[in-house]
């Protein structure tokens, strides 16, 4: 377990920077600072998809805080409840009596009880248990230094296009440098160490483990950490191996000394007894070996260019240049500080990539999906349990993944999902008596498909709905048919299946709704929220057109098509807005950080600019919700600004979002790090920013009466970036776009097919047909000529 000696250390060693102006790093894109982390959301993310670290760059002490992407609470096992569907006819009726209040008072009183029979199905339906399991760190390297007690020319940085941390200053006439990257080709954390002079370096090397069970071992130049989150649950093994060319490096007690070196490297990976979610039989220190053997005879120069490399291939896809003013020079903390008031658009560039970054560094094939805080979480009992909440933040962690060309990231949602299939199932069936699967609003590392939490909130049934059509957005980007039929149809098609069964004839409109259920998060059961119907109508029209590219399934397409207008449509309310529930009860001063019901304009096709009665609603209801936000909340609003053509209201979220955390009570921003707060962090604001950036700079969510899609250039182009040009965005269809513009004016636009042949590209009001085949490209210039 970590020590108050550590803290302590680590403490002291931020104490002893002399205070000089350093400039800014040779990066064009990072993130830097001139004095060390002092707490974890001051400290700089480097990850690989199984490994997440925070490096606080410190001068007496580094310290590197780690996560294993499968180190969490609890064990394998159901969250489904035999014979909950008992309870579900006697809750719809009397949700279509309106009697909501009658209904949870039923629900408090059989929690109470303890029940068996109907009480007990009415419990257990009710999202018993309470809570799912939580996201867990690993362990915490540590590196004491000698003699560094009067450092100079201090600088830390994280260089995002070569994904590397580093920790730069002097004592004396001795220059040290620590260079820290997590290689996804070597599942490994690499630590480099060196000095300027010979043999200057000098060091202890610790590991621990905030785990009270963890063991801590030494031998010779491996460190050990062994241990277990719950009983008959996770047990993981992490080990540090130390190289160097000259100096001694020998063990002592529980930890590692090295002397007299030059330059050092540690090499540290970490592994779990984790298979899957039904599955522990996995030996972490076999893993371990085995992940350490990948690099056993490889050099620095070796490791770091594979693990660049490799980075590289995915980041360096899209570039963005919005304009650069002298702000971009200095420290990123300070940059937050001014960028409300201040004219530093390069900072919305930074922020842009520095969704993209983490995205690569927390969602990789192999590995879990993005979960609320990433990869990223040093707290045994975080924030939301630092899962997978699936109501909004789950999706927004990949909505900038097919436009911003990083498609492969979505691989380990997609396997999530074929996991969730199988316990939604079965959820499925105990629940509502239903077919095919289904998720709520939440899922673990144990697929729990099942409600949790409240009732009023834990009831809602198109978690599975909503994720499922990232399977469809995938192929629209690629146009991948191997991927529709193997993958994505499959799922999709299982998750549509449910809500043919679930839905239900409202007895006075007779609508089919969806119900019981609620508006994330307003709390509250009701028949027929609007998000539900918005998302149930998209996946039908997704997998009736699935059908038809793969020439499949006929008979069920057309079940779909005959459902499909059934379904309770969008209204406009009382106040011109568009209403939330089935009832027109909005209330216009409502400023709650859920849109729920605006999911049909973002991430949604539903509502578009095409059809002006709706989609002045939709804005309106936007308008009533206010500017201040959450965190996330923000990222969301940024591109629902954004859909609405507004380029400088979705501007002014990002000066909200991007100005640091605490400055408007009640409201989100950033800490130090860039990392979005709530508060606290979520990782699903950063990648909301990304998302909406894009989507100011270019759209596609259009479909032609053709069938092809429009890509609409510069629909949201803010007056405060006149002049700039974004490189290699992805577009539904199949396309890569270049865009460049100045005096607030297109100027020139490439599209390349990537696997596309048709398409229409809009500028104003300027529209043209393309026609491409794969590798093709067309020039246009500002008359789109």
Known sequence: MKTKQHAAIAALGVMVVTAVAQVAPDAPLCLWYRQPATKWEEALPVGNGHIGAMIYGGVLVEHIQFNEHTIWTGQPHSYAHKGAVKALPEMRRLLFEGRALELQGQIKAARAKQKESEDLAMRGFMSEPLRQKAYQPCGDLWIEFDGHDKATDYRRWLDLDQALAVTEYKCGDVTFRRVVFASYPDRALCVGLEASKPGKLNCVVRLNSPHNNAKVSADGQTLVLRGQVDLDGVRFESRAVLSADDGKIAAEQDAVRVTGASALIIRLVAATNFKSYRDLTADPTARCAALLRKSANKSWEQLLP?????????????????????????????????????????????????????LIGSSRAGGQPANLQGIWNDKLRPPWDSKYTCNINTEMNYWPAEVGALGEC??????????????????????????????????????????????????????????????????????????????????????????????????????????????????????????????????????????????????????????????????????????????????????????????GVYPGDDITWQDKR??????????????????????????????????????????????????VKGQGGMYPNLFDSHPPFQIDGNFGASAGIAEMLLQSHIRNPDGTFLIHLLPALPKAWPSGNVKGLRVRGGFEVDIAWKDSKLAAATIRSTNGTACKTRYGEKVVDLSLRPGQSRQLDASLQ
């Not at 020079?329 to 990539?353: M, V």
């Not at 028949?527 to 059908?547: K, N, V, W, Y």
């Not at 804005?619 to 919700?625: K, N, V």
């Open 410 to 599: 979505h691989e380990p949602l997609f396997a999530a999902l074929a996991d969730l299939a199988e316990t939604g199932r079965v959820v499925a069936k105990e629940h509502y008596g239903a077919s095919g699967w289904v998720v709520h609003h939440n899922f673990d590392l144990w697929r729990g498909a099942a409600p949790i939490n409240a009732a009023n909130h834990g009831i809602w049934v198109t978690g599975s709905g909503w994720m499922a059509l990232h399977l469809w957005e995938h192929f629209l980007f690629t146009q991948d048919r191997q991927f529709l039929k193997k993958t994505a149809f499959p799922l999709m098609r299982g998750a549509a299946q449910f809500y043919t069964d679930y839905l239900v004839e409202d007895p006075q409109t007779k609508w089919l709704v969806s119900g019981p259920s609620n508006s994330p998060e307003q709390g509250g059961l009701v028949m027929g929220p609007t998000m539900d119907h918005q998302i149930i109508r998209s996946l039908f029209g997704a997998c009736i057109e699935a059908a038809k590219v793969l020439g499949t399934d006929e008979e069920f397409a057309a079940k779909l098509a005959e459902l499909r207008p059934r379904i309770a449509p969008n209204q406009v309310g009382q106040h011109r807005q568009l209403q939330e529930w089935l009832e027109d009860k909005d209330d216009p001063k409502n400023t709650h950080r859920h849109v729920s019901h605006l999911w």
């Open 306 to 358: 594979a693990h660049t490399a490799d980075h590289k291939a995915l980041f360096g896809r899209v570039s963005l240049d919005l304009g650069r003013t002298p702000s971009a020079k200095n420290p990123t903390d300070q940059r937050i500080r001014e960028f409300a008031a201040g004219n530093d658009p390069e900072l919305a560039a930074l922020a842009f990539q520095y969704g993209r970054y983490m």
């Open 614 to 663: 709706f989609f002045d609603a939709a804005r309106q209801s936007l308008i009533y919700r206010g500017d201040a936000a959450t965190g996330w909340s923000m990222g969301w609003k940024v591109n629902l600004w954004a859909r609405f053509l507004d380029g400088d209201h979705a501007l002014l979220i990002l000066r909200n979002l991007l100005q640091p955390i605490g400055t």
